[in-house]
């Protein structure tokens, strides 16, 4: 089969780590037959600098036109100033939109060889924990009306989150089907002590589940009490499902007690198959083009595209194995080293590493 992937390089680490994922996808369709070819498009501060806008429309249309897409980071410091509509995160938000991607899936879990890693007391993590995060990704406050105005103190902002029982449903569904897979629970996640779109959140997830899904477990969590749960017993959690703005901030309190957010890949998924993957973790400038940024959650990204978009489950398995092994033979980067950080990998060499054991 061949396979069309939009690269989106992007700024920081972004375009090491995306070649990174390249070469160990290149390697993984000689290895089993299948043909990837990738197309470069221009997103964030790098299409700033070439051309202008964070998100051009020709990166819009070679999106649409692949079967998958395959994204580094945008932003830094050189951007940081420019105006909302002109930030490199604003390319981000416009691109998930585009492609009608409202589903964000976010795996976090500790890996064995890395539990020394974890900041949480080894007695609370002492059997691990294996958590994906269902984050809506093109609701809520991130996409409600803002603006600025006067008010009673003179100029004031606002930003607002709305949410439809349309989209709380198709998430809620997503959360279901993927608890089906796994342990068979879903905490979903709301602040519905205060918040009116909590409170549809609420009982549209409880509609969904009763309707469809008799068979998994639900459990209400205020989002203050997940925050803090998290850290207290994170193996209480399955599937947690939640709106897009408590899911991003949630995924990277989950991603730390992981041992390191270089570790965690996404998958931003619509209707039909054709995602966008990324590492959770951003465009890092302050380590950029010095070779030592961890590869691993844009390899692992790779592979939730094989098996998410293409189906190709065996190769997927093959990548996070190879993955597995170069950790469990003590193989490190800079970020997952610890203290002393001695013998530590590059990206290169990392990437080498995990290609050599697929
Ligand atoms: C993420 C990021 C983005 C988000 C930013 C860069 C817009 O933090 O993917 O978690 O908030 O969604
Ligand atoms: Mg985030």
């Known amino acids: ?48 600098d070439a051309v202008g806008v964070p998100l051009p429309q020709e990166t819009v249309d070679g999106c649409l036109a692949s079967d ?22 604003k390319a981000l938000l416009g691109i998930r939109a585009a492609l009608g991607l409202f589903t964000n899936l976010r795996p976090a879990r500790l890996y064995p060889a890395l539990s020394g890693d974890c900041p949480l007391r080894p007695d609370l993590v002492r059997d691990g924990f294996d958590i994906m995060i269902v984050r809506e990704l093109t609701g809520g406050i991130y996409f409600g009306d803002r603006g600025y105005r006067e008010g009673k103190y003179g100029e004031e902002a606002y930003d607002t989150e709305c949410y ?12 279901f089907e993927t608890a089906r897979k796994r342990r068979g629970r879903v905490g979903s996640v709301d602040k519905a002590n205060v918040l009116e779109t909590s409170r549809l959140w609420r009982r549209t997830v409880h ?18 009490n997940a925050a803090m749960q998290l850290v207290r017993d994170p193996a209480q959690f399955d599937v947690i499902v939640t709106s897009n703005m408590f899911g991003d901030i949630l995924s990277d309190e989950a991603s730390q007690i992981t041992g390191s957010i270089g ?62 092994r170069a950790l469990d033979d003590g193989l490190r980067t800079a970020d997952i080293a610890g203290a002393s950080g001695a013998g530590t990998l590059g990206t290169r060499e990392m990437t080498d590493a995990v290609m050599e054991r697929l």
Request: charged letters at 25%; hydrophobic letters at 45%; aromatic letters at 6%.
């Open 207 to 224: 509609e969904v589940r009763d309707a469809l899904y008799p068979d998994v477990e639900l459990r209400d969590v205020l989002v203050d």
């Open 164 to 175: 439809s029982r349309f989209e709380i449903e198709r998430i809620a569904r997503v959360a």
């Open 263 to 324: 570790m965690l890949p996404s998958a931003s998924l619509g209707e039909g198959t054709r995602g966008m993957y990324e590492p959770i973790h951003g465009s890092a400038p302050d380590i950029a083009g010095r070779g030592i940024a961890n590869p691993i959650a844009t390899i692992l990204s790779a592979a939730m595209m094989l098996r998410y978009s293409f189906g190709l489950t065996r190769e997927a398995d093959a990548i996070e194995r190879a993955v597995d």
């Open 68 to 89: 998958s897409v395959l994204l580094g980071a945008v932003g830094g410091p050189r951007w940081d100033t420019l105006p909302g509509n002109l930030r490199p995160e």
């Open 1 to 48: 089969m061949i396979y069309n992937i939009a690269l989106l390089r992007g700024d920081g680490i972004g375009p090491e780590i995306v070649d990174s994922a390249v070469r160990v996808l290149e390697a993984v369709g000689e290895k089993y037959g299948h043909t990837f070819n990738f197309t470069p498009y221009l997103i964030g501060g790098a299409a700033i």
